[in-house]
């Protein structure tokens, strides 16, 4: 300590201290405190590998080793000083194991620099929560897959432009949300094996000449292998960036399913009900139960989008190696990745606790001419009629029965011979729309059959 108003950590050819201001903005330990039981993680396996290694003496090493343990509990028990003067939480914890063990805590920070440093700490924080964000969506899968179950044969109406399109299973509506669940978990897998290597030991940008042992930090901290390049490791966040691209599609994909929990729950559709747990009542109007839960996971996607693009125009345009823009790395990241896992565990909530309507879903599936493209596939394959007069005939049919306000089973068969003389009896097995469902067997279609097997491979899948 140079003098007693200049930094402690680097003020040594400073004759006085920062203006207040200029603290304010530098200072980032009020969010990476967050990272400060990687930060400890870190700077124990560096310890451990400089001692290895000769550079740091066995009892310096142990006490340092010691001290940062204490460190981490005084700052889990809640009674840590974090200190802005301090600027961040590597200072910050440095200072205090000073205050600890001596000046052993001086030796620390041989042979690598803060910026090899938070590019250590904060992939092993982002390393974590892809691990975290792998866990609610394979427990949101879980939730999806039973409700599939349960309505494997229920039919529902299928929508285009969110008009009555074609009668589709519930089973294999919930299964289409499984399948965008599992290319999420397969982006947040590539983002982690993509991100496993060890920035610790670029030092500043270019290395150290001490004899340090970086294949030994990085397997101590379970990365796969350290950074080849020291001037990439210390400019890099590709891996937060990469992180946050598998949040904003998973987050995108919520608030689609978001989305329809908010039309399905309407007195409108009545197609679900949520439980009592996952929504809230009105101040004023006794009747309402809302959807919040699903409403605010739709809105709180915009948050993670919003990191996203925050991230990518802090990196745009950075010369390499460090620069202290990279600084405004972390907050976004933080907030899209509590973001994402409240998400997460929302919509599992809703999901798990939601009962469907079977009988609302069935008497919407049959409303709208819902089997129109059944008819015009059976005077295809009944009547030999090429397909696009059998759409002409069934659309003639369709607006006969909008005409006269009924759906198409209703109508006669004399009405139907009508416009097609080549209509027979067996057309009104295709109209039901239990029949519409049942036939839709080719891979990937809506029977009942298949949505069976996709649960059954869903469930057997090796991970
Ligand atoms: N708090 C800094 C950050 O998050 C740590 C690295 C500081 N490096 C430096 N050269 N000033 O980016």
Redesign the pocket.
Known sequence: MSDSTSNAMWGGRFAGGPDAIMEAINA?IGY?RRLAPQDIEGSRAHAAMLAAQGILTDKDADAIREGLLTVLSEIEGGTFDFSPAL??I?MNVEARLRELIGDAAGRLHTAR???DQ?ATDFRLWTRERCDEALAGIEALQEALLAQAEQGADWVMPGFTHLQTAQPVTWGHHMLAYVEMLGRDASRFRDARTRMNECPLGAAALAGTSFPIDREATASALGFDRPCANSLDAVSDRDFALDYLSAASICAMHLSRLAEELVIWSSAQFRFVALSDRFSTGSSIMPQKKNPDAAELIRAKIGRIFGAQSALLMVMKGLPLA?S?D??ED?EQVFDAADTLSLSLAAMTGMVADMAANADALRAAAGHGFSTATDLADWLVREAGLPFREAHHATGSLVALAERTGRDLPDLTLAEMRQVNGAITEGVYDVLGVDNSVASRTSYGGTAPANVRDQIDRWRTRSR
Do not use: F, T
Request: aromatic share 8%; hydrophobic share 15%; net charge neutral.
């Open positions: 980032s990476d600027e961040d590597h620099s803060r910026n938070v460090y202290k990279m600084q972390k």
